[in-house]
């Protein structure tokens, strides 16, 4: 205990040294949570408005196309702007920047509304939507889907007038413009009761601080490495010390920063956040802040030890830099920490399954936004407690392989 001691005291004064790598694990994670959270905090909110303007050309002028107008303005999904009065200036207004969408009404939309294309013998002129092309598709065929549910309430609203009418029933002069039950309103499902769903600081937070947490690769190999260069693991061998213990001593103090973080990137969660406008970080209390702090620790574990592991495999603190910050970056992209795990596509969500950073934030998530007890986060503590037991075996061998 007293050698286990010693080298714990020995790693905590050389990571104190380190004043800009100590920066760097706090200072970092905290602008990646303050940035991110600000700016997906509309992607994470149903319902909210998007900030991609549109305009509508109306070149038929008619009832019809002026009620179509105000039913897509009435969405509130996309912004409505001044209207072009020619398809000319919405292509000079979308080549400036002033807005990415424009709907062209043809002439005639108003009198053909309920005349299946070609049904007469004419041809039919077709509604154009022009784009910018860096508009996101997504947002495209958003946008595009709206109308067409849009202009399909306004021919259901013409032939209810038209069927009163031809049955002789009572009727407006113009047919009433009704607001269907179309919103939808999610509600998360939780394991005790339905609150607000997840928000973007709810996905953020937890996922930055994964990556802080496994970004302790660079300070723990930087100072494995120099002592391997300086002899340091030599003369701690000759003098009976197990490497076993040497990666004990570089445990404990890079666990106790990886707690820090966490508790200096919820602080920001919860009170950091909303001076910036967004909402702050809802945290479980009682029993599910204690299987957070589970969570949190068995990241920590897999962190450090995968760290371990990058030392032992590299020869310069130049390749532990390169091996470490790529890896980190490679478990972060199909983990769901850069990009959230639901965006992504089938194979990508498969393929987010065996990254360790994806059971961090899959546990993080189950405790703060499903409330799930023990049993609920136990599948994803045993897989990075075995990350961890893994790589410090591999650890082990590698570093009596190369003393031999």
């Not at 360790?356 to 407690?385: C, E, Q, S, Y």
């Amino acid at each position: 205990m007293t050698r286990l001691l010693a080298l714990w005291t020995k790693e905590t004064l050389a990571l104190l040294r380190d004043r800009h790598g100590l920066a760097a694990l706090f200072v970092m994670p905290i602008i990646f949570i303050l940035v991110m959270t600000m700016a997906l905090h509309d992607a994470f909110m149903p319902g909210a408005a998007i900030d991609v303007a549109y305009a509508i050309v109306d070149l038929d002028g008619s009832p019809h196309s002026q009620s179509l107008a105000r039913r897509l303005d009435k969405t509130g999904s996309f912004r409505h702007v001044a209207a072009p009065a020619t398809t000319d200036a919405a292509s000079s207004d979308i080549r400036a920047g002033r807005y990415a969408l424009a709907l062209v009404l043809p002439k005639g939309f108003g009198e053909r509304l309920l005349t299946p294309a070609g049904a007469d013998g004419q041809v039919t002129e077709s509604l154009t939507l022009m784009v910018d092309p860096t508009l996101n598709p997504a947002l495209q065929l958003a946008f595009r889907n709206q109308t067409s549910a849009a202009l399909g309430m306004l021919r259901a609203d013409e032939l209810t007038h038209s069927a009163g009418k031809l049955f002789g029933l009572p009727t407006a002069a113009r047919p009433a413009e009704r607001d269907w039950p179309d919103e939808i309103v999610s509600i998360a499902v939780q394991n005790d009761r339905s609150i607000r769903p997840p928000s973007s600081v709810q996905q953020n937070v937890p996922a930055w601080l994964v990556f802080a947490m496994f970004f302790v690769v660079i300070p723990i190999s930087a100072i494995l490495i120099t002592e391997r260069q300086q002899g340091t693991l030599q003369r701690l061998a000759a003098m009976g010390v197990p490497f076993r213990d040497v990666l004990l001593g570089k445990l404990l103090p890079f666990f106790v920063v990886n707690q820090i973080q966490a508790v200096l990137m919820v602080a920001v969660g919860i009170w950091g956040v909303p001076l910036f406008g967004g909402e702050a970080l809802v945290m479980p209390s009682g029993v599910g802040l204690f299987h957070c702090w589970l969570v949190a620790a068995a990241v920590s574990l897999a962190a450090v030890a995968c760290a371990l592991l990058v030392a032992s495999l590299a020869q310069t603190t130049q390749q532990s830099t390169i091996i470490g910050g790529v890896g980190n970056i490679l478990m972060a992209a199909i983990g769901g920490i850069m990009v959230p795990k639901f965006m992504m596509p089938g194979t990508m969500q498969t393929l987010a399954e065996w990254s360790p950073m994806a059971w961090a934030l899959n546990g993080f998530h189950t405790v703060m936004l499903r409330h799930g007890d023990f049993a609920a986060i136990l599948p994803d503590l045993v897989k990075l407690l075995a990350c961890a037991a893994l790589a410090l075996a591999v650890a082990t061998w590698l570093n009596r392989r190369q003393t031999a």
